[in-house]
């Protein structure tokens, strides 16, 4: 698979409209990098702001897409997951509609269904967020 890749729907359990990341630019077995351009119909932007709870949720979707791409490199299902714990989270900044998100995480640890990442969101150079997430890896997606 060549990067970028534009079809992400297909690595991702989430589905409209509660997607926010638009492409994987990059990932291997411990890293991924996507990027994401806020639209105004997102529906965890408020006043045209991205929340908080959006930027968490990019990250965790970045993470997500580096599972999915691992699974499709390997032929396995796409599993779900969900956020267990977010620790040591950092909002510099809130980004605006129309900008473009870049986000990197990073695997920290992996024990059974639990994988610890650590995560970063610049907007146009920017560090604007970061933390380290637990996520809880489940039951494998449907084809």
Do not use: H
């Amino acid at each position: 698979m060549d990067f970028p890749v534009d079809d992400i729907i297909v690595l991702i359990p989430q589905k409209p409209p509660f997607v926010m990341v638009d492409k994987l630019l990059y990932a291997d077995a411990t890293t991924a990098r996507s990027s994401f351009t806020i639209e105004e119909d997102n529906v965890l932007v408020r006043d045209g702001i991205f929340q908080e709870a959006g930027l968490m949720e990019n990250m965790a979707q970045t993470a997500a897409l580096q599972a999915g791409f691992i699974a499709s490199v390997q032929n396995t299902s796409v599993e779900t997951g969900f956020i267990a714990a977010v620790k040591d989270l950092e909002i510099l900044n809130l980004p605006s509609v129309g900008d473009e998100l870049i986000t990197e995480i990073g695997i920290e640890n992996q024990v059974f269904n639990m994988t610890v990442i650590s995560g970063n969101v610049w907007n146009d150079g920017q560090l604007i967020a970061s933390c380290e997430m637990k996520l809880f890896i489940g039951e494998k997606t449907s084809e």
